[in-house]
């Protein structure tokens, strides 16, 4: 039997309160998207066999070895990763790889565990849920925020219109934090009180409506806002309200040529624009931009996904 996992990837698009004003912190605001997204292949073998480039073995075993010891089911299984993510540009690889990874190794031994509990035994989820409930169930999500002893779970679930298309351009620079640089900042990181009922209010009574009217100017307007009130929140951390010269060009281009929110997902480089016309304009620009700044990267035309991780399993 071989099992075939593709994941969606995610953009971040904020975090409500990076304090913790009451009893929770963070609240992270997310859209899952179709591409790119890893393609994961699990068939039964002898023994542990990898597939996959250098930099993503040491996630792939440690996902294997983990569930293996949780769920006592032996290591005779053969993954092969076919499409990736890139890692650290603010789409969420790790968390995609780590429960594709493991969903077809357990599938292919004929077990199932749902993607909460086994987030939970892959330690996924402990600052943002966006990425857990991506792979879970797609769609536009906002989380509760981490409560003491409770991860975050989604408080809003959203269709998101498939019809807007996305531009994602992934700026060859200086790429984000990983997981150990993160944590030391996830815990010191504090944002304004007004700042925060602000970004709150933006996301209740701007950004959500604006994706169930199908509104693309209300919705733009009010992530375009809560990118840059996040950002001043972040902006010791990363040398500005955006990551880079290069992210902050892109961001100021892409609004130029008509690009609705426009922003950067988590800690960069990757830099978002939707739109409901025609997105050549916003390739043209971002491909100027990169030019401009003398830099090459990766454009990606994608949309919204509602759906999570396809499964599937050939006998």
Known sequence: MKVIVKTPSRLHLGIIDPTGLHDRRYGSIGLTINEPGFEIEAEPSDNLKISCSKQYY???????????????????????ILKDIPVHVGLGSTTQLKLGVATAYLVS????????????????????????????RGGFIVDGGVKIGKPPKPTVSLSFPEDWKIIVVIPNVERGYD????KPIMMEVKGDSSIIMEVAYLTLMKLIPGIVDRDIVEFGEALSSIQVLVG??????QGGVFRSGVVDGLVRKLKEAGGFGVGQSSWGPTVYAFTDGDIDYLHKAALKCLSDYGVEGNIIVTNARNRGAEIRVIK
Do not use: Q
């Open 109 to 136: 031994k004929g077990l199932s565990v749902s993607v909460e509990k086994l987030a939970e035994t892959l330690g996924r989820g402990k600052f943002s849920g966006i990425g857990t409930y991506a792979f879970a």
């Open 58 to 80: 040491n996630n792939v075993l440690e996902a294997l070895n983990t569930v293996s010891n949780r769920y006592g089911v032996d290591r005779g299984v053969y993954i092969k």
């Open 232 to 237: 001043r929140a972040f902006s010791k951390y």
């Open 179 to 182: 997981e150990e640089a993160e």
